[in-house]
């Protein structure tokens, strides 16, 4: 082993510095290519599978709301027992699918806290930089299927989302993206691309999703 060794280096040290240069880039590039394999595509596809679980739920939602809706127009012409009662069943169905998305478990997020708490992860990361963030209009997710009959009482579901821009190396991104999957609310990564400056610098932008109750927003 130890001749191996001597032998490489020797043909190292035989190589001219513009061959040195190149090797040493690839295999920069080869340990940058296992590392982004290795830690940060299983925790974007941990992220892609809650999003599509997530869009399930919401297009069962819409459904519902526009089956609730032709439901009361279809009673108002021609009242009756049997309408009644699928109503009744609709109504008793949206209300269960409504809870799991605003009840405890669905870890709703109010916008208000959104700020400082992207604030604190970045500040908890070393080596890491906020180049941007930008918010994105509220989507009013019931009002989409059918309004007002889907949001009675004047509550509904909305759809908020933030991009941003980050500077760091390898290990504090991954990190912060450790960190985002960790937290108790209902945060997902809904679009992201990472763009490899000067080694080992590397820019990740990506798009927050979460649900609220309400529609107001601090914009960025």
Same mark, same amino acid.
């Given at each position: 082993?130890?001749?191996? /060794?001597?032998?490489?280096?020797?043909?190292?040290?035989?190589?001219? &510095?513009? =061959?040195?240069?190149?090797?040493?880039?690839?295999?920069?590039?080869?340990?940058?290519? $296992?590392?982004?394999? @290795?830690?940060?595509?299983?925790?974007?596809?941990?992220?892609?599978?809650?999003?599509?679980?997530?869009?399930?739920?919401?297009?069962?939602?819409?459904?519902?709301?526009?089956?609730?809706?032709?439901? $009361?127009?279809?009673?108002?012409?021609?009242?009756? !027992?049997?309408?009644?009662? !699928?109503?009744?069943? &609709? =109504?008793?169905? $949206?209300?269960?699918?409504?809870?799991?998305?605003?009840?405890?478990? %669905?870890? +709703?997020?109010?916008?208000?806290?959104? @700020?400082?708490?992207?604030?604190?992860?970045?500040?908890?990361?070393?080596? +890491?930089?906020?180049? #941007? $963030?930008?918010?994105?209009?509220?989507?009013?997710?019931?009002? !989409?299927?059918?309004?007002?009959? &889907?949001?009675?009482?004047?509550?509904?579901?909305?759809?908020?989302?933030?991009?941003?821009? +980050?500077?760091?190396?390898?290990? !504090?991104? &991954?990190?912060?993206?450790?960190?985002?999957?960790?937290?108790?609310?209902?945060?997902?990564? @809904? %679009?992201?691309? *990472?763009?490899?400056?000067? /080694?080992?610098?590397?820019?990740?932008? *990506?798009?927050?999703?979460?649900? #609220?109750?309400?529609?107001? /927003?601090?914009?960025?």
């Amino acid at each position: 082993m130890k001749k191996a /060794w001597l032998f490489v280096a020797d043909r190292f040290d035989a190589l001219q &510095a513009r =061959e040195r240069l190149l090797v040493f880039l690839g295999l920069a590039a080869l340990l940058a290519g $296992i590392f982004m394999f @290795s830690v940060l595509e299983p925790a974007l596809s941990r992220y892609r599978q809650a999003r599509q679980s997530l869009q399930e739920s919401e297009r069962s939602l819409a459904s519902l709301s526009q089956e609730e809706s032709l439901l $009361i127009e279809g009673s108002q012409r021609d009242p009756d !027992a049997a309408e009644r009662s !699928a109503l009744g069943e &609709a =109504e008793r169905e $949206i209300a269960l699918l409504h809870s799991r998305l605003t009840g405890p478990e %669905a870890r +709703l997020l109010a916008p208000e806290r959104m @700020s400082a708490l992207l604030q604190a992860l970045i500040a908890a990361q070393k080596n +890491l930089l906020l180049v #941007s $963030i930008r918010s994105g209009e509220p989507v009013d997710l019931l009002a !989409a299927a059918s309004a007002p009959a &889907a949001t009675p009482g004047g509550s509904s579901l909305y759809r908020h989302s933030v991009k941003l821009v +980050l500077q760091g190396d390898y290990p !504090a991104l &991954a990190a912060y993206l450790h960190a985002v999957e960790r937290l108790p609310v209902q945060l997902e990564v @809904s %679009a992201y691309t *990472l763009q490899v400056q000067e /080694w080992p610098q590397a820019r990740l932008s *990506l798009t927050l999703d979460f649900n #609220s109750l309400e529609r107001a /927003w601090l914009g960025f």
